[in-house]
């Protein structure tokens, strides 16, 4: 008796179950850098300087799935492996784009008409408030991170004169999601 019992509780259950739809999940936060070779930066978007031939275009960078509540974002290129002891370089970070923009638009930096309206470039490392492309010690490779980060403030306070550092500040405890692609660049021995 007490067999059937748990048997028909299981069968129960198990009907239940089989007509409850699983929940919905949402599709990831998500990044995409266009114009690269497998990966790779092309010399359209390398630095033109400290010894690169590069063009120095900033590339086409989309996001989608952007978290709900999102409320700004800001987007950043990073190298982790330059040689700065541990801090990485900075190439290019753009901050203050509305939740509704869904992309920055190949060359973009330094052109207020192809930037969303409202972003404002901040300082690089190379000391500029625009993009500065790839560009590592020769016979190096190193990984540059774009991060775009959704935050739960409308903006934050920071101008073109503003440090990566002060970005970094300003951002803090209010990510409320990230999305990152890893791209490569080489630079040959010449």
């Known amino acids: 008796m007490k067999l059937r019992a748990a048997l028909r509780a299981t069968v129960c259950s198990t009907t239940l179950l089989a007509i409850?739809?699983?929940?919905?999940?949402a599709e990831p936060f998500s990044v995409k850098v266009d114009g690269l070779n497998r990966?790779?930066?092309?010399n359209e978007q390398v630095y033109g300087g400290f010894g690169c031939r590069g063009e120095n275009v900033s590339p086409h960078i989309s996001w989608s799935h952007?978290?709900?509540g999102t409320k700004s974002i800001?987007?950043?290129?990073?190298?982790?492996?330059?040689?700065?002891?541990?801090?990485?370089?900075?190439?290019?970070?753009?901050?203050?784009?509305?939740?509704?923009?869904?992309?920055i638009e190949k060359g973009a930096?330094?052109?207020?008409?192809l930037l969303p309206a409202g972003a404002v470039?901040?300082?690089?490392?190379?000391g500029d408030s625009k993009y500065g492309g790839p560009c590592p010690p020769q016979g190096e490779s190193h990984r540059y991170v774009v991060t775009v980060s959704a935050l739960s403030v409308p903006g934050i306070d920071v101008k073109a004169a503003s440090s990566p550092a002060l970005v970094a500040y300003q951002m803090h405890g209010k990510v409320i999601g990230q999305a990152r692609f890893v791209a490569r660049y080489h630079r040959s021995v010449e």
């Open 39 to 42: 990966g790779q930066f092309a």
């Open 20 to 25: 409850v739809p699983a929940p919905a999940f």
């Open 66 to 68: 952007v978290p709900a």
């Open 121 to 126: 470039e901040t300082l690089t490392d190379f």
């Open 74 to 103: 800001v987007v950043t290129i990073h190298d982790p492996d330059a040689p700065t002891g541990g801090l990485g370089w900075t190439h290019w970070e753009v901050a203050n784009i509305a939740p509704s923009q869904t992309s």
């Open 109 to 113: 930096s330094g052109n207020a008409n």
